[in-house]
């Protein structure tokens, strides 16, 4: 069993930025591939990023490459999703899910635990 615990939402301006966390327990982390997906107001999840066990291998929605980074610490049983110059389109909330496998995927159904999420509101 894996328990995710999302952290780092919030406020911010167009253009700016923020680093979202995702916190883990449990010691197999370091064998989960780790992915990020975010779901707004009257829309359906949608894919973000994802990263394999290591961190060797990332994987982005073409919605956000160029502007977001994906990164882990195994050591710290952590993902983070840094995120450059939003858009008001980037309002969700965002999810971290971890894959038993150690290969990302950017399929929502493919995950096999998922965190309570974190609201980012970016405003115009």
């Known amino acids: 069993q894996v328990q995710l615990v999302e952290s780092g939402g919030g406020l911010v301006q167009a253009g700016g930025s923020l680093r979202l966390s995702c916190a883990a327990s449990g010691r197999t982390f370091g064998s989960y591939a780790m992915g990020w997906f975010r779901q707004a107001p009257g829309k359906e999840r949608e894919f973000v990023a994802a990263i394999n066990w290591s961190g060797g291998i990332t994987y982005y929605a073409d919605s956000v490459k160029g502007r977001f980074t994906i990164s882990r610490d195994n050591a710290k049983n952590t993902v983070y999703l840094q995120m450059n110059s939003l858009k008001p389109e980037d309002t969700a909330v965002y999810y971290c899910?971890?894959?038993?496998?150690?290969?990302?995927?950017?399929?929502?159904?493919?995950?096999?635990?998922w965190g309570q999420g974190t609201q980012v509101t970016v405003s115009s």
């Open positions: 899910a971890a894959r038993i496998s150690g290969r990302y995927s950017s399929r929502s159904d493919e995950y096999s635990y």
